[in-house]
């Protein structure tokens, strides 16, 4: 599978809804420290610790 974003090969998958994605480590990386800057990973973290109870 290819990188989402570049010609790369995809290093990490997910698939939801029968819906796959992949990206490069690099593009990883990059999408891990965007959301690390936004108030979604507070919001992912809240989310997780609703469904953990």
Same mark, same amino acid.
Not at 29 to 40: G, K, V
């Given at each position: 599978? *290819?990188?989402?974003?570049?010609? &790369?090969?995809?290093? $990490?998958? =997910?698939?939801? #809804? !029968?819906?796959? =994605? !992949? =990206?490069?480590? +690099?593009?990883?990386? *990059? &999408? $891990?420290?965007?959301? #690390?800057? #936004?108030?979604?990973? +507070? *919001? $992912? &973290?809240? *989310? $997780?610790e609703i469904e953990?109870?």
């Open positions: 599978m *290819q990188c989402h974003y570049c010609d &790369r090969d995809a290093d $990490l998958t =997910v698939e939801k #809804s !029968g819906l796959k =994605v !992949g =990206v490069c480590e +690099q593009h990883f990386q *990059q &999408r $891990l420290e965007d959301i #690390s800057d #936004s108030d979604a990973l +507070q *919001q $992912l &973290r809240d *989310q $997780l953990r109870s």
